[in-house]
């Protein structure tokens, strides 16, 4: 048997003895031999490594009564900590079958058992019990709305998750716009999925009512307006991500070039992007523009501008991308030492991560709008430095 069962079994054990003693004082000595061999039972089965009968003995005896709902709770709350989530569920069972408990009592017996249950992954279970709490306890309401809100994250059905954020929002107990509109924004993608370019793009003004500085849902309209054949309108939309989140300006590059490539004004793309890399800075906006460069006047060109970038401003990429174009004006020894640079480079930037989430710093090399480690929304940004941007 684990040390750490047996210190979570020896309270028990003690809290049995005492509960024990009190009962013998208050019954005049009435049931004594009975606890009495119930009691040292249990001891024994401790002593002789059968934890799993050890706290059916000591369970029993704790009955339910206003001295021992609270252990009930706090027994049941250590198993469930443990991983031990059968044992937490029977314990929270035995509670609400017991018709002593007041309604407070209930309640928080109700509530436990849901999270027991979704501790489990039995999420249809815990929905049951949490939607109850919801209906018929207003002390529980916000804290069943939050776990409702959990368990239709995990389904991924969005449609309930903005009904309950929602009756969250109007309690007015948090600021939670900016998660609803993730939500549309994920009936958005849906519906894109599906080909429903307009109904899509509804769900992403929703967003952006619920949230205007939703830099998701803004990708979206752009992304919308491009397959639309809106250029003019994608250029406008895309354009917003500066104001909404710079940290984001990445994100926009690709589709916002694509919408000022298709109306021939490469060169107002151009000026955009001096425009960004003045004010904000950013690897990823000197290389947009240096490729544009290279289009326009030429490798070597576009080889001194980045020279120039990178004095002030070292990073791995910006190296790589000044190897690359190098190579194009290389022949010989030189050529081959560039190859080996080259190489190097690519294996650097092929081992690091591109995003960081800013609240439990997991990494990655896609951008989520929910981070996959902490769930939060929004808080997985591209990495800055002379390894990211």
């Known amino acids: 048997m684990g040390a750490e069962l ?29 606890l009495s061999s119930d009691y040292f039972k249990g001891l024994n089965y401790l002593l002789n490594e059968q934890p799993d009968k050890a706290i059916e003995v000591f369970i029993h005896m704790l009955e339910v009564d206003s001295d021992t709902v609270d252990t009930h709770f706090a027994v049941g709350s250590l198993f469930r900590r443990r991983g031990e989530v059968d044992r937490a569920i029977r314990i929270h069972q035995n509670l609400i079958a017991r018709p ?29 019990l949490f939607h109850e709490l919801v209906n018929e306890s207003p002390s529980y309401r916000p804290q069943a709305l939050r776990q409702l809100l959990d368990i239709y994250q995990q389904e991924k059905d969005w449609h309930k998750a903005v009904t309950v954020a929602q ?12 998660v609803i509109a ?20 509804r769900l992403v ?3 952006l009512a619920e949230d205007r500085n939703c ?12 397959d639309n054949g809106a250029y003019k309108s994608a250029v406008r939309v895309l354009r917003r991500v500066e104001q909404q989140n710079p940290a984001y300006l990445p994100e926009v590059l690709a589709p916002l070039q694509e919408a000022f ?9 151009i000026a955009y992007l001096r425009d960004m890399l ?8 000197m290389l947009a523009l240096a490729e544009l460069i290279r289009q326009q006047q030429g490798e070597k060109e576009a080889a001194v501008f980045v020279v120039n970038h990178m004095r002030g401003h070292p990073s791995i990429r910006g190296m790589e991308r000044l190897i690359a174009l190098k190579l194009h004006t290389s022949d010989g020894q030189a050529r081959d030492d560039l190859l080996v640079l080259k190489d190097l480079t690519d294996k650097l930037l092929e081992s690091k991560p591109v995003y960081c989430c800013s609240q439990c710093g997991y990494s990655g090399k896609t951008l989520s709008w929910q981070c996959p480690s902490c769930k939060q929304w929004t808080t997985i940004k591209p990495i800055h430095g002379i390894e990211g941007e």
């Open 261 to 269: 490539v298709q109306q021939g004004r490469v060169g107002d793309m």
């Open 215 to 226: 830099v998701r849902a803004t990708l979206l309209e752009g992304r919308i307006e491009l």
């Open 278 to 285: 003045a004010r904000h800075g950013g690897i990823s906006i």
């Open 205 to 207: 003004r929703r967003a």
């Open 100 to 128: 002593t408990l007041n309604r407070q009592q209930r309640d928080q017996a109700l509530y436990e058992l849901g999270t027991d249950y979704m501790r489990a992954g039995l999420l249809d279970r815990a929905e049951s």
């Open 6 to 34: 047996l210190f979570l079994l020896l309270p028990v054990a003690a809290l049995s003895g005492w509960l024990l003693g009190r009962r013998e004082v208050r019954d005049g000595g009435r049931q004594f031999s009975h």
């Open 167 to 178: 009756r969250l929002q109007g309690m007015g107990s948090e600021e939670i716009g900016p």
């Open 182 to 201: 993730q939500y549309y924004c994920e009936q958005a993608e849906q519906a894109l999925m599906l080909g429903e370019r307009s109904e899509a793009l």
